[in-house]
């Protein structure tokens, strides 16, 4: 497994919890950007557990290459992910003044579900990360709690979610559903029937 500092590549290497320092010089930042782009296009076809090797051989570089730029499967998850963070984030951030508190974090844990699922595999895999500090994929994990708790939060202040609930019982919920959802292709609304569940076990 390489070692933090400059790779043989040119880039940084991982940075902290394992999460990779963006490369600097220009055929690294390539190299970067192109397992980034493959790395989508993989997971998206075969789920998160598809080959890494897969991976570097459809970047056109070595297995070695992808390590120094993504030292784990995590890691190159987490980057794959920061799209949807960002997004999720954002929505967040848009749903903070809503005039319903309930209806915005029902809208929030929404999204979630629906970004959680957009590869298969995503969902396991934040369940789990988010009781391993050291996997790269909590940089994902805590930013989403403290986003959801503060929608949560609001909605308990409201009046209109009981007070025992926690954001971390929420995100594993979430998670849940969207595998669930995961396992049943068959059964396109099963994430929404689901969620609704969940919400109204959340009313005060």
Partial sequence: MPRSGTDADGGAGPGRAGVPVRPKRADARR?????????????????????????????????????RHFPNRHAIMSAVFQDALAALLDRSRALADAPDPFAALADWLGALIACSGEYNGISRALMSASHDAESAL???????????????????????????????????????????????????????????????????
Avoid: K
């Fill in 138 to 204: 909590s940089s994902c994990c805590v930013p989403l709690a403290e986003a959801g708790d503060r929608l949560l939060r609001r909605a308990v202040d409201a009046g209109a979610v009981r007070d025992d609930v926690s954001i971390g019982d929420l995100m594993q919920l979430t998670n849940a559903i969207a595998l669930a959802a995961e396992q049943s292709p068959s059964d396109p609304a099963l994430s929404d029937r689901l969620l609704a569940l969940t919400l109204r076990g959340l009313r005060h």
């Fill in 31 to 67: 190299n970067y950007d192109r397992l980034l782009v493959e790395a989508r296009a993989v997971f998206a076809e075969r789920g998160t557990d598809a080959s890494l090797e897969e991976i570097a051989r459809r970047s056109g570089v070595g297995i070695g290459t992808l390590y």
